[in-house]
């Protein structure tokens, strides 16, 4: 059905569901081409409906028999589901249908991954499984029995009963149809015991194919972690019996937060020093305490509609984040988040894909699961937490669990408990959740006898569909430094911008004080820095706040590789001098150096160029990031290879904050020192690492300087038989290939026999590589948009949800000079005059074209 026109949501258009459903259940007689699914569900009318009729949805299933009341019925067949003649008051339907899990490649409804069933029921995937009304306000009890004869037999909730070839399992807690979830397969489980603050006693489990038992602590413990910071900091206990993690080979996503039964991309929870990165180790410890979280906002309290999605989000990545920082490093873990929010949000916020964190209307919902939505839906959670206080927020957070437990909630209800808490008028906040668009705040300082003026004018750009917005509610932290001493003048101070202009004057200096605008990242805007490099080399050695600290840093790095890249002068000895002491200075942490050391991406020098009005050339932003990187190497050389030496951990592996701090450090040395030493030190290195961060850093820093072929094959055969290494021997030989061969590399990487493109790990390895090497992809041709579009069409036809999440490489077409700009949009309109396209699909061409 999905070649019909596709029909657009509005979120104006929202009417309460006409049926609730009091209790559900379910009885799954499991077949990899033909499971049948049995349905009892008792509905009554609602009394806050206006409309009558019955319907249900429903997508992909044949219909065995439908009955209600116990009586046969002819349902009539519509095209997302079914319509059918029903009672005036409550009524039980049943339904028979089957479905064919083998066949699933979309990865959407019940599937089968590598053997094993499961599900992805969020956003709308529940409607591949049985007839019901799958929209998130619908609430109810689950009651699921599983018949195979397979060992493993998982649903949410409490297990009720085993018994030989069938399990039933019952959730109490009512819950919209997207968080159900049912696995079945031949797993094994790593397990522990969580006792909560009130004394009850929760089995955790985490269940993976035999082989993987090995690296499941790591996602246990981070569990354990999870479930007590939540206790703690939020008040917030579980509430069922079981928790139970499930690692899946094939997912389209990273995980999801099924009540009681969290499924996750295996790349999401697996891990072991000798097979994942610090990284890996970092994000899975964020992305089981972010699905853990989501039992507080998300399933408790769930979302009225999808427009709403931000509600659970936003929420949920802003805990996570707070979790992060708490379990490592608070400024780390915050110039981290703004490098993320910068380096995508922004880009999506600049582009054609810009939308608001709350849409306003969508054709596929799955399109809008977007860092905007959860970034920059974040960073909206951290300003009301600034603008209330810290006590504030969390009195706001305990109204909001007290009043809206059980519901499915707007935002408008979760602005409410922050305006009743605080007692204050939010309206021109909630601007945040309508105007798409990043603001931006124009400085301008004038210095005239002793008094400072400072004005501030902000303004949000135009975005598709919008124009001409309204001032926002911007919390800006600021301070001002004194130029002589170097001291800060008094307090931060948290300017509320709500007018489209302020100025702040102060007087009675001497000197022009020196401005610290935007700390710790208040606010997720765009400052127009007009400052004068001085005043950054300035903050640079005084600014207290390590956010500013750091940014002062980043902005004179991207000073220099912009006008490296277009033709002006490299670095100064000034800035160089500066950061090498940054670098040397052991009161400063190893992973805050490591950040100061890292540049910006490719992507951002890109993006920066065409804010000063010129298409950048993606080939001299590659020559002037590997130029800079030269001259620091020549630079710092004095001291790098002490530093390096001086990094080295040493002891057991410790994926901790403090050992992976030194790591990032040290590797980043690494890039620098083989220029100078031609790769000897990241040989000895990938020789004799006995942890996945440094070998794979080791490979890195030889394939940036061309010596990466024998490292990359020695890689290949220690680790061929692991899919999850693999896919990182995939991505890193094609984003760090020299920019003629990337598009070569991708290619030829996609003809060997291991190349599963119906896997999305394996095909982001390729796209998301390919992508990441700007240089390559944009290769003056035409040859990267040709590869990429090529796949595109390729795998839609499977799983139009990853192919359209992929395709955002395309967003920053507009960017680029002419004849880029023709070959793209060549691409485009080929993918676009694709028969059968999906809806997913078509509607992001249809949007990146413009
Ligand atoms: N809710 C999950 C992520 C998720 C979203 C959509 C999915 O399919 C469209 C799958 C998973 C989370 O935030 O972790
Ligand atoms: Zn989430």
């Given at each position: 059905?999905?070649?019909?026109?596709?029909?657009?949501?509005?979120?104006?258009?929202?009417?309460?569901?006409?049926?609730?459903?009091?209790?559900?259940?379910?009885?799954?007689?499991?077949?990899?081409?033909?499971?049948?699914?049995?349905?009892?569900?008792?509905?009554?009318?609602?009394?806050?409906?206006?409309?009558?009729?019955?319907?249900?949805?429903?997508?992909?299933?044949?219909?065995?028999?439908?009955?209600?009341?116990?009586?046969?019925?002819?349902?009539?067949?519509?095209?997302?589901?079914?319509?059918?003649?029903?009672?005036?008051?409550?009524?039980?339907?049943?339904?028979?249908?089957?479905?064919?899990?083998?066949?699933?490649?979309?990865?959407?409804?019940?599937?089968?991954?590598?053997?094993?069933?499961?599900?992805?029921?969020?956003?709308?995937?529940?409607?591949?499984?049985?007839?019901?009304?799958?929209?998130?306000?619908?609430?109810?009890?689950?009651?699921?029995?599983?018949?195979?004869?397979?060992?493993?037999?998982?649903?949410?909730?409490?297990?009720?009963?085993?018994?030989?070839?069938?399990?039933?399992?019952?959730?109490?807690?009512?819950?919209?149809?997207?968080?159900?979830?049912?696995?079945?397969?031949?797993?094994?489980?790593?397990?522990?015991?969580?006792?909560?603050?009130?004394?009850?006693?929760?089995?955790?489990?985490?269940?993976?194919?035999?082989?993987?038992?090995?690296?499941?602590?790591?996602?246990?413990?981070?569990?354990?972690?999870?479930?007590?910071?939540?206790?703690?900091i939020y008040?917030?206990?579980?509430?069922?019996?079981?928790?139970?993690?499930?690692?899946?080979?094939?997912?389209?996503?990273?995980?999801?937060?099924?009540?009681?039964?969290?499924?996750?991309?295996?790349?999401?929870?697996?891990?072991?020093?000798?097979?994942?990165?610090?990284?890996?180790?970092?994000?899975?410890?964020?992305?089981?305490?972010?699905?853990?979280?989501?039992?507080?906002?998300?399933?408790?309290?769930?979302?009225?509609?999808?427009?709403?999605?931000c509600?659970?989000?936003g929420l949920?990545v802003f805990r996570?984040q707070q979790?992060?920082a708490d379990?490592?490093?608070a400024p780390?873990k915050r110039i981290?988040d703004a490098?993320?929010l910068?380096?995508?949000?922004?880009?999506?916020?600049?582009?054609?894909?810009?939308?608001?964190v709350?849409?306003?209307?969508?054709?596929?919902?799955?399109?809008?699961?977007?860092?905007?939505?959860?970034e920059k839906g974040a960073e909206l959670i951290g300003m009301l937490k600034r603008i209330v206080g810290d006590e504030t927020y969390y009195k706001a957070l305990?109204?909001y669990?007290?009043?809206?437990?059980?519901?499915?909630?707007?935002?408008?209800?979760w602005i409410?408990v922050f305006e009743?808490a605080a007692d204050r008028d939010l309206s021109q906040f909630m601007l945040w959740y309508?105007?798409?668009?990043t603001p931006?705040i124009?400085?301008?300082?004038?210095?005239?006898?002793?008094?400072?003026?400072?004005?501030l004018?902000q303004?949000?750009?135009?975005?598709?569909?919008?124009?001409?917005?309204?001032?926002m509610h911007i919390p800006l932290l600021f301070a001002?430094?004194?130029?002589?001493?170097?001291?800060?003048?008094?307090e931060d101070v948290l300017l509320e911008l709500t007018?489209?202009?302020i100025?702040?004057?102060?007087?009675?200096?001497?000197?022009?004080?020196?401005?610290s605008l935007n700390r710790d990242f208040s606010a997720p805007v765009?400052i127009?820095?007009?400052?004068?490099?001085?005043?950054?080399?300035?903050?640079?050695?005084?600014?207290t706040d390590s956010f500013n600290?750091?940014e002062?840093?980043?902005?004179?790095?991207?000073?220099?590789?912009?006008?490296?890249?277009?033709?002006?002068?490299?670095?100064?000895?000034?800035?160089?001098?500066?950061?090498?002491?940054?670098?040397?200075?052991?009161?400063?942490?190893?992973?805050?150096?490591?950040?100061?050391?890292?540049?910006?991406?490719?992507?951002?020098?890109?993006?920066?160029?065409?804010?000063?009005?010129?298409?950048?050339?993606?080939?001299?932003?590659?020559?002037?990031?590997?130029?800079?990187?030269?001259?620091?190497?020549?630079?710092?050389?004095?001291?790098?290879?002490?530093?390096?030496?001086?990094?080295?951990?040493?002891?057991?592996?410790?994926?901790?904050?403090?050992?992976?701090?030194?790591?990032?450090?040290?590797?980043?040395?690494?890039?620098?020192?083989?220029?100078?030493?031609?790769?000897?030190?990241?040989?000895?290195?990938?020789?004799?690492?006995?942890?996945?961060?440094?070998?794979?850093?080791?490979?890195?820093?030889?394939?940036?300087?061309?010596?990466?072929?024998?490292?990359?094959?020695?890689?290949?055969?220690?680790?061929?038989?692991?899919?999850?290494?693999?896919?990182?021997?995939?991505?890193?030989?094609?984003?760090?290939?020299?920019?003629?061969?990337?598009?070569?590399?991708?290619?030829?990487?996609?003809?060997?026999?291991?190349?599963?493109?119906?896997?999305?790990?394996?095909?982001?390895?390729?796209?998301?590589?390919?992508?990441?090497?700007?240089?390559?992809?944009?290769?003056?041709?035409?040859?990267?948009?040709?590869?990429?579009?090529?796949?595109?069409?390729?795998?839609?036809?499977?799983?139009?949800?990853?192919?359209?999440?992929?395709?955002?490489?395309?967003?920053?077409?507009?960017?680029?000079?002419?004849?880029?700009?023709?070959?793209?949009?060549?691409?485009?309109?080929?993918?676009?005059?694709?028969?059968?396209?999906?809806?997913?699909?078509?509607?992001?061409?249809?949007?990146?074209?413009?």
């Amino acid at each position: 059905m999905k070649d019909a026109a596709p029909q657009r949501i509005h979120l104006a258009d929202y009417r309460p569901p006409s049926h609730l459903v009091e209790d559900v259940h379910l009885t799954f007689q499991l077949d990899p081409k033909a499971t049948r699914v049995t349905s009892r569900i008792r509905f009554k009318p609602n009394p806050d409906s206006e409309e009558t009729g019955f319907r249900l949805h429903g997508e992909g299933l044949t219909l065995i028999s439908a009955k209600i009341d116990g009586t046969r019925v002819d349902p009539e067949m519509v095209e997302d589901g079914l319509v059918v003649a029903a009672p005036n008051d409550a009524f039980t339907w049943e339904a028979v249908v089957e479905i064919n899990p083998e066949d699933n490649k979309a990865l959407e409804g019940l599937y089968l991954s590598n053997g094993m069933y499961c599900t992805q029921c969020e956003a709308q995937g529940f409607r591949r499984i049985t007839y019901y009304p799958d929209r998130p306000d619908v609430m109810a009890p689950f009651t699921v029995r599983i018949e195979s004869d397979l060992p493993v037999l998982l649903s949410n909730g409490n297990l009720k009963e085993r018994g030989e070839g069938f399990t039933e399992w019952h959730d109490p807690w009512p819950k919209p149809a997207y968080l159900f979830a049912l696995v079945a397969g031949e797993l094994v489980d790593v397990h522990d015991t969580f006792i909560t603050k009130s004394g009850r006693e929760v089995q955790l489990a985490v269940w993976v194919r035999k082989g993987d038992e090995h690296k499941c602590g790591w996602a246990l413990n981070s569990l354990k972690k999870s479930m007590k910071w939540d206790e703690d900091i939020y008040g917030r206990e579980y509430d069922l019996d079981i928790f139970n993690i499930v690692a899946v080979d094939d997912f389209n996503m990273g995980a999801m937060e099924n009540k009681g039964l969290n499924i996750f991309n295996a790349s999401a929870v697996l891990c072991s020093p000798e097979t994942s990165t610090d990284a890996d180790f970092e994000r899975i410890e964020a992305i089981v305490a972010h699905e853990y979280f989501h039992n507080w906002t998300g399933n408790r309290i769930t979302c009225r509609d999808w427009f709403q999605l931000c509600l659970k989000e936003g929420l949920t990545v802003f805990r996570d984040q707070q979790f992060t920082a708490d379990m490592r490093s608070a400024p780390v873990k915050r110039i981290e988040d703004a490098i993320l929010l910068r380096a995508r949000q922004f880009r999506e916020d600049a582009g054609p894909l810009a939308h608001p964190v709350r849409p306003e209307s969508f054709v596929e919902i799955n399109n809008f699961y977007t860092v905007t939505v959860y970034e920059k839906g974040a960073e909206l959670i951290g300003m009301l937490k600034r603008i209330v206080g810290d006590e504030t927020y969390y009195k706001a957070l305990d109204l909001y669990f007290e009043r809206h437990d059980g519901d499915a909630a707007t935002i408008e209800d979760w602005i409410k408990v922050f305006e009743d808490a605080a007692d204050r008028d939010l309206s021109q906040f909630m601007l945040w959740y309508s105007q798409a668009g990043t603001p931006k705040i124009t400085v301008t300082e004038t210095f005239e006898e002793g008094t400072h003026t400072l004005v501030l004018e902000q303004s949000v750009p135009d975005t598709p569909g919008q124009a001409d917005k309204k001032p926002m509610h911007i919390p800006l932290l600021f301070a001002l430094f004194d130029p002589d001493t170097g001291q800060q003048f008094g307090e931060d101070v948290l300017l509320e911008l709500t007018e489209p202009r302020i100025e702040i004057r102060t007087r009675g200096h001497d000197r022009k004080p020196v401005v610290s605008l935007n700390r710790d990242f208040s606010a997720p805007v765009i400052i127009d820095d007009t400052s004068r490099t001085d005043d950054r080399l300035f903050l640079l050695a005084n600014e207290t706040d390590s956010f500013n600290r750091w940014e002062a840093a980043r902005s004179l790095t991207r000073d220099a590789l912009t006008a490296l890249a277009t033709g002006g002068l490299g670095p100064g000895e000034e800035y160089l001098d500066a950061l090498n002491g940054l670098l040397v200075d052991d009161s400063l942490d190893p992973a805050y150096r490591a950040l100061i050391l890292r540049q910006p991406s490719e992507e951002e020098i890109a993006q920066a160029i065409f804010d000063y009005g010129r298409h950048p050339e993606p080939l001299s932003v590659n020559r002037a990031a590997d130029t800079l990187r030269a001259r620091m190497a020549a630079h710092f050389e004095p001291d790098l290879p002490r530093l390096f030496r001086g990094m080295q951990v040493h002891g057991a592996y410790s994926p901790e904050a403090a050992d992976a701090g030194r790591r990032a450090f040290a590797n980043g040395l690494l890039t620098l020192l083989s220029r100078l030493d031609g790769g000897t030190a990241a040989r000895a290195q990938f020789d004799q690492a006995d942890n996945m961060t440094n070998r794979l850093a080791a490979l890195g820093s030889l394939l940036q300087i061309d010596e990466g072929a024998e490292a990359l094959a020695r890689f290949e055969s220690d680790w061929k038989h692991d899919r999850l290494v693999m896919n990182k021997w995939y991505a890193i030989q094609i984003s760090l290939a020299p920019p003629e061969a990337a598009v070569g590399t991708a290619r030829a990487l996609t003809e060997r026999e291991d190349f599963d493109w119906t896997n999305p790990n394996r095909f982001r390895a390729v796209m998301g590589g390919l992508v990441s090497n700007p240089a390559g992809f944009h290769d003056a041709t035409g040859a990267g948009y040709e590869f990429l579009a090529d796949w595109l069409i390729r795998l839609d036809e499977k799983n139009p949800q990853t192919a359209a999440r992929t395709s955002t490489a395309f967003e920053t077409w507009k960017r680029y000079d002419p004849k880029r700009q023709d070959l793209i949009k060549a691409q485009l309109d080929r993918i676009l005059g694709t028969e059968g396209l999906s809806r997913d699909l078509t509607e992001m061409m249809t949007r990146i074209r413009g």
